[in-house]
């Protein structure tokens, strides 16, 4: 059922490193993301897949890991990413990609999460030093990287308190998120 | 299977209104979109949902519909949308909701699909008229309209030729969308 799909679907950081993904997972994931709705049908993303190790490793230090969570530096060498998905937008298509991004990546994920893997959207990259590691022509734009790989935490949804949005991580290392509750989000039924 | 509920998820544009989407399933397919991941947790988005028959009626002359159907200036009464979900974002939480918007779109989507239903993404509102006629407060900002219901139309894809991204009606009036094939979007893999 979908909705034990989307609450599987979690932002996990930290993976079991030794549990590779095959690229025709990743490639279907992709497949999933060509048919979601495009703006004006313009369709201007692209992917980049990355199951390198070394690549990995030199895209790795240009990624900001969990904001809220400041003593922690991101994964460690067992626990990171074994895949990434650089979803670049293809400017000499076009210049707007609408909600594009969003709506390719659920779909991205939640195939991830459907055959045991999982992910997280990073937007905080390094984007200049990681489209001259991987040598992109100028019209491709970085928008995003999609950590991917065996998930290895537990993540705990709570109900919002007090308006404070911030993750935490309790003392067993799961990692906590609080979401505004339903009543918060649905503004008005007319 | 995600991959059968995402080929079955197309921009529906034509419906059957005498079919009523329950208040349940629209409350059930926000839950859905609450449960999507935010950038930086914050979660600004907001769903203003109206199945009101008035309401709806005011909303539709607001809506920009299938702009490379020239000759076709949007569903006939029996065809029009029974419920719609207005996605705001409160800018009193935060200006930049990152990809917030295509996630959790994607997921009510999903959710309208396997419920039966289906529904459309439409950027192109008269977002000015139709925050008057709703009464939104200032900090709410209209980003995008869900158009809701039960779908009345046939909608084939196909493979992109030489570029042309234009989707299109046949004689029997379903609808085509060309796609660009994996082998495009793929820029590359490591």
């Keep these: 059922m979908l909705r034990d799909l989307i609450i599987k679907n979690r932002s996990y950081r930290r993976f079991d490193s030794s549990f590779k993904i095959p690229e025709e997972n990743l490639k279907n994931w992709i497949e999933l993301a060509r048919f979601s709705a495009s703006g004006r049908n313009m369709q201007p993303l692209k992917y980049l897949i990355s199951t390198n190790e070394k690549t990995n490793e030199q895209i790795f230090p240009n ?19 074994v895949a990434y998905i650089i ?8 210049t707007n990609y609408f909600c594009d991004d969003g709506l390719a990546m ?4 939640l195939g991830a999460v459907e055959d ?14 990681v489209a001259k590691l991987l040598e992109l022509p100028e019209h491709l734009e970085i928008l995003w990287i999609i950590a991917l790989g065996k998930p290895a935490e537990e993540i705990v949804l709570e109900e919002m308190q007090e308006n404070d949005i ?9 990692h906590h998120v609080p979401k505004r509750p339903a009543k918060e989000i649905i503004y008005k039924k007319l």
């Design 63 to 81: 990624l900001g890991w969990a904001g809220y969570l400041s003593n922690w530096k991101g994964p460690a060498k067992n626990e990171r990413p």
């Design 166 to 174: 911030k993750y935490w991580r309790d003392e067993n290392g799961a």
């Design 116 to 129: 045991g893997f999982g992910g997280c959207i990073i937007g905080s990259v390094n984007k200049g030093r």
């Design 106 to 109: 659920q779909n991205i994920l």
């Design 87 to 94: 979803v670049l937008n293809d400017k000499s298509l076009a």
